[in-house]
């Protein structure tokens, strides 16, 4: 008999500060309608300057090994493509920072916004081999474009944080999936930049060619059918794009692609994307948050995710809502997490978005602006340097 392996529970994080895309449209002379309307973005997340991908996973998963038992996790995932070492894996920092046993493994893992999917598929794996073990899988990004470029508004900041193991208390993830990968050069970030490159339009024919490639490996592969699904979950680079997939996925399999179907299948999914921005590798399990947050009653009933990977690689998987679910949910602490957030003025945005970490060697403190659990206290022989309160 097979056995039921899942997300058992998740928990997001994001940063100190927020930026309003009404202060970036009157900075750059840019109607508000392009923002809120045409990308349907209201504000993004900007970390402050001793906040980064690490500080950001371990206040994510803080709450989730508070919760549970830390000795049935005996591995970390940790994806992102927002890396600060070649080398380390930012899990590592997180292990030390959460309290997590030493008889644990931990890595890293990166295919753009892609990779907490394939960190999710590979930890089902490894519970499947051993289902007394639970494997952390987080997912933590800093999303940064030029400034002045258009894809400075679809920037944003948030990590995911969950729990993957057998009798999962939240969503029980189905076999099969469908896959995807194509060789493109829509988005990418060389090794000597800290701010991605991309080609706007051409990453979003990218996406969708991707949906189309998932969706038909997921039928080939003999799995649910359109209609059985309540809601889609698709990675959320700005929500508009969302929209945009799911009515290419529609067109492409015959149906109407009317605003009711649209809105029907995405509506709940898009509340914490739109005031976070692009959180890379955690904007699919956003998507889920604000979709078990919000949303009338799931049980039993099956969601659709989508994730996609610039570059590119894509998965169309689905997954059951667990009966109970709502009794192990995060609501508030997530509604609290995005409401902290200060806002900041444009130029405070440019300021931080401006600074990098002294790369000489020397001592070095960073100002104290968080107010969260962990920050980046400063680097010193090249080693950053965490604290937690
Ligand atoms: P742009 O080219 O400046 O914008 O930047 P645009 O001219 O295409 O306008 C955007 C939308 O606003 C259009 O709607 C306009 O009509 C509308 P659409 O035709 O697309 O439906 N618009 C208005 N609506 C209402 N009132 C107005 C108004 N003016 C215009 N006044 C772009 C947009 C997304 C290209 C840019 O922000 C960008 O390059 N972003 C980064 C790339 C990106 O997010 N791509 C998404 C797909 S790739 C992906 O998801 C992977 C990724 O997450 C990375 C990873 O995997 O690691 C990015």
């Given at each position: 008999m097979s056995i039921s392996i899942g997300i058992h529970d998740l928990s997001f994080a994001t940063s100190e500060?927020?930026?309003?895309?009404?202060?970036?449209?009157?900075?750059?002379?840019?109607?508000?309608?392009?923002?809120?309307v045409g990308i349907g973005q209201r504000s993004m997340s900007?970390?402050?300057?001793?906040?980064?991908?690490?500080?950001?996973?371990?206040?994510?998963?803080?709450?989730?090994?508070?919760?549970?038992?830390?000795?049935?996790i005996r591995t970390v995932v940790f994806a992102t493509e927002s890396s600060i070492d070649q080398a380390k894996a930012g899990g590592v920092y997180v292990h030390s920072l959460i309290g997590l046993p030493s008889a644990c493994r931990v890595v890293e893992l990166k295919q753009a916004c892609y990779g907490a999917t394939a960190a999710l598929q590979f930890a089902i794996g490894l519970v499947r081999r051993d289902p007394a073990q639970q494997v952390l899988v987080i997912a933590s990004d800093v999303s940064k474009y030029e400034l002045d470029s258009p894809g400075e508004a679809t920037q944003g900041a948030a990590a995911v944080a969950m729990l993957v193991g057998a009798d999962p208390a939240l969503v029980r993830i189905e076999e099969p999936s469908g896959l995807f990968t194509a060789d493109v050069m829509d988005f990418w970030r060389p090794n000597y930049r800290d701010t991605a490159l991309v080609d706007g339009q051409e990453s979003i024919s990218a996406y969708l060619q991707a949906v189309?490639?998932?969706?038909?490996?997921?039928?080939?592969?003999?799995?649910?059918?359109?209609?059985?699904?309540?809601?889609?979950?698709?990675?959320?680079?700005?929500?508009?794009?969302?929209?945009?997939?799911?009515?290419?996925?529609?067109?492409?399999?015959?149906?109407?692609?009317?605003?009711?179907?649209?809105?029907?299948?995405?509506?709940?999914?898009?509340?914490?994307?739109?005031?976070?921005?692009?959180?890379?590798?955690?904007?699919?399990?956003?998507?889920?948050?604000?979709?078990?947050?919000?949303?009338?009653?799931?049980?039993?009933?099956?969601v659709a995710f989508l994730s996609y990977g610039s570059g590119s690689v894509a998965e169309f998987f689905a997954g059951t809502v667990v009966a109970g679910y709502r009794e192990h949910l995060r609501t508030e602490e997530n509604r609290e997490a995005i409401a902290r957030r200060k806002p900041v003025d444009y130029a405070g945005y440019r300021a931080l978005h401006e600074r990098s970490l002294p790369a000489d060697g020397g001592d070095h403190s960073t100002p104290a602006q968080t107010t969260g659990p962990y920050r980046l206290a400063g680097i010193s022989g090249h080693k950053r340097v965490y604290e937690a309160r």
């Open positions: 500060f927020v930026l309003p895309h009404t202060a970036l449209a009157e900075h750059n002379g840019t109607d508000i309608g392009k923002y809120h900007v970390p402050a300057a001793d906040e980064d991908i690490v500080t950001m996973a371990a206040t994510a998963a803080a709450p989730i090994v508070a919760r549970h038992s830390k000795d049935r189309e490639g998932a969706w038909k490996d997921y039928a080939q592969q003999d799995g649910r059918s359109l209609e059985e699904f309540a809601a889609f979950v698709y990675h959320q680079p700005f929500t508009k794009m969302a929209y945009k997939a799911h009515r290419h996925l529609l067109e492409f399999c015959g149906h109407d692609a009317d605003r009711d179907a649209l809105e029907r299948a995405l509506g709940s999914t898009t509340a914490y994307n739109t005031v976070v921005g692009n959180s890379y590798t955690a904007s699919v399990y956003l998507g889920l948050a604000a979709l078990l947050d919000r949303a009338d009653d799931l049980t039993g009933r099956p």
